[in-house]
């Protein structure tokens, strides 16, 4: 059974922190990881994809993978309002063709 | 920006009746999939189709679930006889050659009466 495990929150930072969202995964043969931003109602909307182990940046969001610690985080930097959302974390066996398995989500709340 | 497009964006049906819900993927997109989210609970994967198969699908995929893809462009799944357990958000997503990532429709909500 592939579990992806969240806390579910709600995460609260001030405007302008950085939010620091974490996820850990069971399944060691996963392979690629994605963050998806979902607001209440809405479909999930894609934010970050990471394959391999380190850091990978866009814009204010960063990725962080520790395959070996099973682990995969993301960052917001400069938190706006509009950033508050439910983060969800989604693992996949393959590069976008199989199926992704989704954690619960973590709520992330952005006071200002 | 591309987007994938669902309709309808809400569907009530009495239980027992059949239900089909459509999908646009992205045009160039090959890989289709269903996935569901009951309300306040994870979003889960139904099923995947490339080249005019499933490809993969999940133990919720069982006999009263059916996918088709009936022309170049639409990408439906059918649900025969709709139970109660079966309100939810329905998503369809599409992703491209291998290492695109999926993407996701708005969504159809699903009200089973």
């Known amino acids: 059974q592939k579990e992806v495990e969240q806390n579910s929150g709600p995460l609260s930072v001030p405007e302008g922190a950085i939010a620091s969202l974490n996820c850990t995964y069971s399944?060691?043969?996963?392979?690629?990881f994605f963050w998806y931003r979902q607001y209440s109602g809405k479909s999930p909307e894609l934010i970050m994809s990471?394959?391999?182990?380190g850091d990978k940046e866009d814009g204010r969001f960063t990725a962080q993978l520790n395959k070996a610690s099973q682990y995969v985080s993301l960052l917001i930097r400069d938190s706006q309002p509009s950033d508050s959302a439910t983060y969800l974390c989604?693992?996949?066996?393959?590069?976008?063709?199989?199926?992704?398995?989704f954690g619960s989500g973590t709520r992330l709340q952005v006071q200002p | 920006e591309p987007e994938v497009t669902q309709t309808p964006s809400h569907q009530v049906t009495q239980m027992g009746q059949e239900v089909i819900l459509r999908c646009v993927p992205i045009?160039?997109?090959?890989?289709f999939y269903w996935y569901r989210q009951i309300l306040g609970q994870k979003v889960e994967f139904l099923v995947s189709?490339?080249?005019?198969?499933?490809?993969?699908k999940s133990e919720i995929f069982d006999d009263q679930f059916s996918v088709e893809r009936p022309d170049g462009s639409n990408f439906t799944l059918k649900i025969r006889s709709t139970k109660l357990e079966d309100s939810a958000m329905y998503f369809c997503?599409?992703?491209?050659?291998?290492?695109?990532?999926?993407?996701f429709g708005d969504g159809t909500r699903l009200s089973i009466l």
């Open positions: 997503a599409s992703s491209g050659l291998t290492g695109q990532p999926q993407h």
């Open positions: 989604a693992v996949s066996m393959d590069t976008g063709r199989r199926a992704l398995t």
């Open positions: 045009s160039n997109h090959l890989y």
């Open positions: 189709f490339y080249n005019n198969e499933i490809s993969e």
């Open positions: 990471i394959y391999s182990n």
């Open positions: 399944d060691r043969v996963s392979q690629s």
